[in-house]
């Protein structure tokens, strides 16, 4: 099964920066899309940017132009500028796993992003 680890979250004042790095690893797998999701307390998890395996993005609206994701073998990285209280949230990793004749999302642990005021 292909382990996602995540880093990268933390404190920051509203107007600050942040760059969350995703590692994946574990057997003889590929990835397709990979991308960050988030969720804050009392909500849903909901989808904050996504890349393709050809490198195709797509992003929340909430975050267009702020937010960048990027990947790189089987990392995924997503930087976070001009970040607002409203991101705050604990964002998760996703990947489209296949392995042999099986394809699975994995999930990262997540980590937490507080932005304050």
């Known amino acids: 099964q292909v382990q996602l680890v995540e880093s990268g979250g933390g404190l920051v004042q509203a107007g600050g920066s942040l760059r969350l790095s995703c590692a994946a690893s574990?057997?003889?797998?590929?990835?397709?899309?990979m991308g960050w999701y988030r969720q804050a307390p009392g909500k849903q998890r909901e989808l904050v940017a996504r890349?393709?395996?050809?490198?195709s993005t797509n992003y929340d609206d909430s975050v267009k132009g702020r937010f960048a994701i990027s990947r790189a073998n089987a990392k995924v990285y997503l930087q976070m500028n001009s970040l607002k209280p409203e991101d705050t949230a604990v964002y998760y990793c996703?990947?489209?796993?296949?392995?042999?004749?099986?394809?699975?999302?994995?999930w990262g642990q997540g980590t937490q992003v507080t932005v304050s005021v």
């Open positions: 996703n990947a489209d796993v296949t392995a042999g004749r099986t394809r699975y999302d994995a």
């Open positions: 574990g057997g003889m797998f590929s990835i397709n899309a």
């Open positions: 890349i393709s395996r050809g490198g």
